[in-house]
């Protein structure tokens, strides 16, 4: 399936069916987005307007383009603004990540139901371009900075039970197919 065949054909987002664990997948490193390609760009507006509806549809706080089965560098999340429907950012790279660490539960859309606690700097700066293709500085704490390296681990091909140890790892893990066989 291309990824044209996974937007949706009335131009009108109804979201994507999100990629869940173990799809290889979810292992992959996405590639960066090429602003300058007019037919890149053209996907990219579609490929936002979907994984914020996705987003919405699975009651998340933040989507990368990988969970969706894209692996451009590319995620979503909820912001502060009610009126808008969420932020993007387009080829994100962390300039700032506060040595400060929170130890919290996080759960993961590819991992639905699952939730563990992971370890995440509790202060991030992180740049990449929203969706003007306009260069962007995004100043996060706390949950904001949980979600967005959530979602930047997953454009690297990381998940969040890839940061447990190996013991918890295990544990997490076979509670997560446990659910999955209910």
């Known amino acids: 399936m291309s990824i044209k065949?996974?937007?949706?054909?009335?131009?009108?987002?109804?979201?994507?069916?999100?990629v869940n664990h173990p799809d290889p997948?979810?292992?992959?490193?996405?590639?960066?987005v090429d602003l300058s390609d007019p037919a890149e760009i053209e996907q990219l507006e579609q490929l936002i307007d979907d994984l914020i509806a996705t987003m919405h549809n699975e009651k998340g706080a933040g989507l990368s383009a990988i969970q969706v089965g894209i692996p451009k560098r590319v995620f979503v999340y909820l912001n502060d603004d009610k009126d808008s429907p969420g932020s993007v950012l387009i080829n994100p790279t962390f300039t700032y990540m506060s040595d400060e660490k929170v130890l919290d539960e996080e759960g993961c859309l590819s991992f639905p139901a699952l939730y563990a606690p992971?370890?995440?700097?509790?202060?991030?700066?992180?740049?990449?371009?929203?969706?003007?293709?306009?260069?962007?500085?995004?100043?996060?704490?706390?949950?904001?900075?949980?979600?967005?390296?959530?979602?930047?681990?997953?454009?690297?091909?990381?998940?969040?039970?890839?940061?447990?140890?190996?013991?918890?790892?295990?544990?997490?893990?076979?509670?997560?197919?446990?659910?999955?066989?209910?």
Not at 5 to 18: A, H, I, N, T, Y
């Open 25 to 32: 997948r979810l292992q992959d490193v996405s590639a960066e």
């Open 5 to 18: 065949d996974l937007f949706s054909k009335s131009g009108q987002s109804k979201g994507l069916p999100v």
């Open 118 to 182: 992971v370890e995440r700097s509790q202060h991030i700066i992180i740049e990449g371009y929203d969706e003007n293709r306009n260069r962007v500085q995004v100043e996060a704490r706390d949950f904001m900075a949980r979600v967005m390296q959530h979602e930047v681990d997953h454009l690297d091909g990381i998940t969040f039970i890839n940061r447990l140890s190996d013991e918890d790892k295990k544990a997490a893990l076979r509670e997560y197919f446990d659910l999955r066989a209910l």
